[in-house]
């Protein structure tokens, strides 16, 4: 195709809609200036890909569909090193502008600076609008001017610093399509087996109108129950962008459920202004005396990691959330609570271990809140859980499945014969593990004298 004019580009990543769409305003705002048309762009970047398990490359896939079927078939896709394609691509339009959506992890603020360099040499600005959360990571600091390493006053202070409406998708855009070079199956990658979320724009506001509609007037009391419906199932839209929190905030008033609710979503944004500040946090504790915690390693430990991994590990409930993770993509929280804390405290496995198989298999998975809610779990991050909370299995099925409604739908053979017998004791295995963590204590101790 012949060269053709375009004033500016915008970037697709981590916000996969047109609605409330900061960025995409401002590019159509831009061209709009200058008689000139906007780009779509999104960039298949191959080295995250490639840490991106089947679920989450499938709803990728998926939303960029969605996506580009609302731009008109206007959507190109490229791959490759993004600075390098980003550069090439602007060049190729005549673009004097690329617009993103800011992206606030480790690995993106890099790209990004890279990108911009990589612009700047061809006489290109890289303009970064807002971000994918209500509050931007760094913009909260204490009345001492310092980050926020505890969760409840991060969110008063988050809640007064407060967000602007959604604001609405831009009208009629002359775009400009270019020829892609890699398709959506391609970035898709295999079939998978997990049963996913719907994608695309109109699938998360549903999800969104369905939530608001029925399980938000209990979510207080209904949200730790596996076997309710009682959970937004939004945390997929939310990763991807094809939901903005503001977008859901905009709609929670100030009843108690709803104040709850509007809490979770600050715990999502209070863990991107952890990693913000901490960029190492995302795999090495964030408190020192998670240094020093002894973790098993070897055959046995291996063995034990795979009957986890799998569902296998003769504890009923925690073998369904982890069986319910391999076949939707997804687990209520409650249970990935519970089996972090049975990797963590019974198993005595490094919590990295957890964290990497959960970034593999969960389709919401995101780098911030997926890690750091681990280090809460193993008492290592930031508002961590005494060491001493270690879940039990068999009473966390008692209050929070009591009918067994959950493990019957994930792990119908739990009440027969041929179900194992648990792996390990817990009450043996709770003791093992507080004995781990003075231990752990005591080096920290020694290292500080």
């Known amino acids: 195709m012949g060269r053709e004019t375009a004033s500016t580009v915008i970037w697709f990543r981590r916000d996969l809609r047109t609605d409330d769409h900061p960025a ?5 705002e831009e061209a709009e200036s200058t008689g000139g048309r906007v780009a779509p762009l999104f960039v298949a970047d191959s080295g995250l890909l490639a840490r991106s398990g089947s679920s ?12 580009d079927a609302g731009l008109e078939g206007a959507l190109t896709l490229r791959k490759g090193k993004p600075a390098e394609v980003v550069a090439a691509f602007a060049a190729e339009v005549g673009a004097t502008t690329v617009f993103a959506t800011g992206d606030c992890a480790p690995y993106g603020r890099r790209r990004d600076a890279k990108t911009s360099r990589g612009l700047g040499d061809r006489g290109i600005g890289l303009s970064l609008v807002s971000s994918p959360y209500a509050v931007a990571p760094g913009r909260v600091r204490s009345g001492q001017g310092t980050p926020y390493r505890v969760f409840t ?8 610093h407060g967000w602007p409406r959604p604001s609405e998708a831009p009208g009629t855009v002359a775009w400009q399509a270019r020829d ?18 719907v994608p695309g724009e109109q699938a998360a506001k549903e999800a969104l109108d369905r939530f608001l509609s029925g ?10 129950r596996p076997d309710h419906e009682g959970t937004s199932h939004l945390s997929a839209y939310l990763r991807f962008g094809v939901l903005h929190p503001r977008q859901v905030l905009s709609r929670l008033g100030t009843k108690k459920a709803e104040t709850v609710f509007r809490s979770e979503l600050a715990w999502r944004e209070f863990y991107a202004d952890v990693l913000w500040h901490h960029p190492d946090s995302a795999w090495e504790p964030l408190q020192a005396i998670g240094r020093h915690v002894r973790w098993d390693t070897g055959k046995v430990a291996d063995e034990r990691f795979e009957a986890w991994s799998n569902g296998r590990t003769g504890y009923p409930l925690v073998d369904a959330g982890m069986r319910q993770l391999r076949a939707e993509g997804w687990m209520h929280n409650r249970l990935r609570m519970l089996t972090a804390s049975f990797l963590v405290k019974d198993l005595h496995l490094d919590w990295r271990r957890g964290a990497a198989l959960y970034l593999e298999l969960l389709v919401d998975g995101d780098l911030a809140s997926n890690n750091h809610g681990w280090q809460w779990v193993a008492g290592t991050g930031t508002d961590a859980a005494p060491f001493h909370r270690i879940f039990n299995p068999t009473l966390q099925a008692e209050r929070f499945d009591p009918d067994g409604a959950y493990v019957e739908h994930y792990v119908p053979e739990a009440r ?26 005591l080096a920290l101790a020694a290292e500080g004298r």
């Not at 792996?423 to 093992?432: F, K």
Request: charged share 30%.
């Open 215 to 224: 399980p938000i007037h209990h979510y207080d009391d209904e949200r730790n």
């Open 416 to 441: 027969g014969f041929g179900y194992p017998a648990p792996i390990v004791d817990h009450a043996t295995e709770r003791v093992e593990a507080l004995g781990r963590w003075e231990e752990a204590k």
């Open 153 to 160: 006053p991060f969110r008063r202070a988050w809640a007064d």
């Open 180 to 197: 892609s070079d890699v398709t959506i199956d391609e970035i898709s990658g295999d079939e998978g087996t997990a049963m996913l979320p």
């Open 56 to 67: 989450r490359r499938r709803f990728l896939a998926g939303n960029l569909a969605a996506l």
């Open 24 to 28: 995409l305003l401002a590019a159509v």
